[in-house]
C-alpha cells in the first residue's frame, strides 16, 4: 500500500526514496526524463561528489594502467606480436562482459526497497536521466575496488606473464566502452559507425528497453538474439 501511493519528489535526494516504490519501481525507472540536469542522489556533500566524474577521467586514470599492464608482459619476455594478440584477446573478452553485465545485471528486474535502490545507483539513475553528463561514467573509486577480482579472475586462467597483457587489453575495451557510452549520448556522429551506433544505443534507451544492450557493438546483440526487429537489416 505504501508503493501504491508513494510519489518520488524530484526535488530531494532520490537514492533513499525510489525504494519506496515497490513494484512500480520498474515502470517509473524506465520513463526517461530528458534533461543535461542530473538529480541529487544524497543529502551528504562529499557522497554526492563521489557519484560525479567527467567522462576525461576514465582515458586519464585508466590508460596509463594499460600501458603498466602492456609493459608488464613485455618485461617478462613477450614480444610485441604476442602482446598485440593478448590485447586483443582481452578486448574481445571485455565486449562479452559488457554485453552480459548489461543484458543481466543493468536490467535485472527488482521490487523489494533495497534492491530497488541498489539497481537505481547501478543503472537505474541512467534510463531516468539518460544525459546526465556527470553519470554516464562508472565513478574510478568504485572501479578501482572491482578491478580486484576481476584481475585475480584472469590469473585463475592465465599464466603469470600473460595475465598483465590480457588484464590490460580488457582495461582498454572498458576505457574505449565508456568514452563510446559518453560519445553516443552526447556526440553527434555524422558518418557511420559512429551514426549507427548513436541510434542503435538511444533505440535501447526511448523505444525498446529489453533489447540492444551492446554499446560499443551490436555483435553480441546478434549472437544471442537481443537485436531490436527493427533494426536487423541495419546491424553491423
Known amino acids: 500500500m505504501v508503493a501504491l501511493d508513494y510519489t518520488v519528489d524530484l526535488n530531494k535526494p532520490l537514492v533513499f526514496q525510489v525504494g519506496h516504490l515497490g513494484e512500480r519501481y520498474q515502470d517509473w525507472v524506465h520513463q526517461p526524463i530528458v534533461s543535461k540536469e542530473g538529480p541529487r542522489f544524497f543529502s551528504n556533500g562529499f557522497i554526492e561528489s563521489l557519484t560525479l566524474t567527467k567522462w576525461y577521467a576514465i582515458p586519464l586514470i585508466w590508460l596509463p594502467v594499460v600501458c ?3 609493459s ?18 582481452g578486448l ?8 552480459t553485465l548489461h543484458r543481466f ?4 528486474e527488482t521490487k523489494s526497497y533495497w534492491a530497488n535502490t541498489a539497481h537505481y545507483l547501478l543503472h537505474g539513475c541512467h534510463h531516468k536521466h539518460p544525459m546526465d553528463g556527470l553519470r554516464l561514467v562508472f565513478p574510478p573509486a568504485a572501479t578501482a575496488i572491482l578491478l580486484f577480482p576481476f584481475w585475480n579472475l584472469v590469473k585463475m586462467f592465465a599464466t603469470p606473464s600473460t595475465t598483465p597483457g590480457l588484464f590490460g587489453g580488457g582495461l582498454l575495451g572498458y576505457v574505449i566502452y565508456d568514452c563510446t557510452h ?9 558518418t ?7 541510434t542503435y544505443h538511444l533505440n535501447h534507451h526511448f523505444r525498446i528497453q529489453d533489447k540492444g544492450f551492446g554499446i560499443t557493438s551490436s555483435f553480441w546483440d546478434i549472437i544471442f538474439g537481443t537485436l531490436p526487429a527493427s533494426l536487423k537489416k541495419k546491424s553491423i
Open 182 to 190: 559518453y560519445y553516443l549520448h552526447h556526440g553527434q556522429p555524422s
Open 72 to 89: 608488464r608482459s613485455l618485461q617478462m619476455g613477450h614480444t610485441i606480436q604476442e602482446l598485440a594478440y593478448m590485447a586483443a584477446s
Open 92 to 99: 574481445f573478452i571485455w565486449t562479452l562482459i559488457e554485453y
Open 68 to 70: 603498466w599492464c602492456f
Open 105 to 108: 545485471l543493468f536490467h535485472i
Open 192 to 198: 557511420n559507425p559512429g551514426k549507427h551506433l548513436k
